[in-house]
């Protein structure tokens, strides 16, 4: 297990199809059936094609162990999958060529030549205290893949699909056949339980939201009106990346100060508001975009690329518009950590309720919209050395002690009478 590598075989085929939106293939280019018979389950149960992707390459992942392996899908047993588990640990994560770099030499290291080179991996960043991507599989990817196999397996036995006789992905011991928060008082908060016996302790990470200042810095190294549009758009409505790019021309409503999105998972059509300022960048992208002949109609997508053809934005375009515009200040923000700073410029308004920052978010548990209530770490340390200097100030010029007790004159002139 130690010098297990899994080959760079098989792989996830988008169709197009919206049927059957992608395909697990093996190393020939032949259909894996047991995992296209879970794709259409997913589908079945109302999943988006992301979540199907999101599954199907945990499930190319698990393939592959396999495969290289030599085990068969349906006769593997629990010290296999706690053999996966264990290499997902403590092996490193492949290195994905990319296709036109093939069979070449290595490129010089950037340092080499007198360049900069990039952080190294699982380091902090300076700028905005996050870590950059480490060689090993994070909590939250091992979390994921446990959960779509175990759910894969557990399918697949319910069907009596070949020699399956177990779900090598079983419950944790304590949990054993019991459904999760068994006899629970409805009146009490969920509490979470461990599920998958080798799924991992995922730490719960609070929210990075981006400074006013830092967000002033990045939106002024960006390049054209439609990022800038693009950018307060999402600062201000909260929006995930993926449904504001959804959004088609007559899903804009400036004279309310709307605009309308699709919400992810439910597929709930809601009306979000946002500042003028956005609607105002909007208006000189769109102008300059059918200046430039970008295709005009109530029906048709309301973020195009800059470049002929003209095409519709997706979110790995957008992505790459952020990514060059966090390199001028050397900062790894994502498109996501937009939608924190969103929530958290609301839920640290004091006339702004909690529940309104949960509906604009869409957070299905309040307990979720609470954790924007969670200070910062700068903000926690502004806070402590404030206590530290008050302190330090309090030694250096000490209160002065407070008066011996004495009679009151007023109640012994009741008491005696005249002058004392």
Do not use: C
């Given at each position: 297990m130690k010098t297990l590598v899994l080959p760079e075989v098989g792989r996830l085929l988008e169709t197009g199809d919206p049927w059957e939106p992608y395909q697990l293939l093996d190393p020939e280019g032949q259909l894996v059936e047991p995992a296209a018979l879970y794709f259409a389950e997913l589908q079945a149960q109302g999943s988006p094609a992301t979540t199907v992707r999101s599954y199907g390459q945990d499930l190319l992942r698990w393939w592959r162990f396999l495969w290289v392996l030599g085990l068969e899908w349906d006769r593997v047993t629990t010290e296999d999958a706690r053999d996966f588990a264990r290499w997902m640990r403590l092996a490193d994560k492949p290195v994905r060529?990319?296709?036109?770099?093939?069979?070449?030499?290595?490129?010089?290291?950037?340092?080499?030549?007198?360049?900069?080179?990039?952080?190294?991996p699982g380091s902090l960043n300076a700028v905005t205290g996050k870590p950059t991507p480490g060689t090993k599989y994070a909590a939250s990817t091992r979390a994921h893949a446990e959960t779509a196999l175990r759910a894969f397996y557990e399918h697949h036995l319910h069907r009596a699909t070949g020699a399956l006789l177990i779900n090598p992905f079983p419950l944790d011991r304590s949990r054993r056949a019991a459904r999760a928060h068994a006899h629970r008082n409805p009146m009490d908060p969920v509490k979470r339980e461990r599920k998958g016996r080798y799924r991992p302790t995922v730490p719960?990470?609070?929210?990075?939201?981006?400074?006013?200042?830092?967000?002033?810095?990045?939106f002024?190294?960006?390049r054209s009106n439609r990022d800038r549009a693009l950018l307060v758009f999402w600062v201000s409505?909260?929006?995930?990346?993926?449904?504001?790019?959804?959004?088609?021309?007559?899903?804009?409503?400036?004279?309310?100060?709307?605009?309308?999105?699709?919400?992810?998972?439910?597929?709930?059509?809601?009306?979000?508001?946002?500042?003028?300022?956005?609607?105002?960048?909007?208006r000189?992208?769109?102008?300059?975009?059918?200046?430039?002949?970008?295709?005009?109609?109530r029906d048709q997508p309301?973020?195009?690329t800059l470049r002929r053809p003209w095409r519709r934005?997706?979110?790995?375009?957008?992505?790459?518009?952020?990514?060059?515009?966090?390199?001028?200040?050397?900062?790894?923000?994502?498109?996501?950590?937009?939608r924190h700073t969103a929530a958290y410029r609301l839920a640290q308004d004091p006339d702004m309720p909690l529940t309104h920052v949960q509906w604009i978010l869409n957070h299905k548990q309040l307990t979720t919209t609470q954790l924007y209530l969670t200070p910062s770490s700068d903000e926690v340390i502004e806070s402590v050395l404030a206590h530290h200097a008050r302190r330090e100030r309090?030694?250096?010029?000490?209160?002065?002690?407070?008066?011996?007790?004495?009679?009151?004159?007023?109640?012994?002139?009741?008491?005696?009478?005249?002058?004392?």
């Open positions: 060529v990319h296709w036109r770099r093939r069979g070449q030499i290595p490129a010089v290291p950037a340092e080499s030549l007198g360049g900069q080179s990039k952080a190294a719960r990470r609070i929210p990075k939201r981006i400074p006013d200042q830092r967000f002033d810095e990045i002024a190294g960006l409505t909260g929006a995930r990346a993926e449904e504001l790019l959804g959004a088609m021309q007559n899903d804009v409503f400036p004279g309310q100060q709307l605009i309308r999105v699709t919400r992810k998972g439910t597929q709930e059509v809601q009306d979000l508001p946002a500042s003028s300022d956005a609607f105002v960048w909007l000189l992208y769109q102008e300059e975009a059918w200046g430039k002949g970008a295709p005009r109609g309301l973020w195009w934005l997706n979110y790995h375009a957008a992505r790459k518009m952020f990514v060059r515009a966090n390199e001028l200040l050397g900062s790894n923000w994502t498109l996501h950590d937009l309090m030694r250096e010029n000490p209160l002065p002690a407070p008066a011996a007790p004495a009679y009151n004159s007023d109640s012994l002139k009741s008491l005696f009478g005249g002058p004392l």
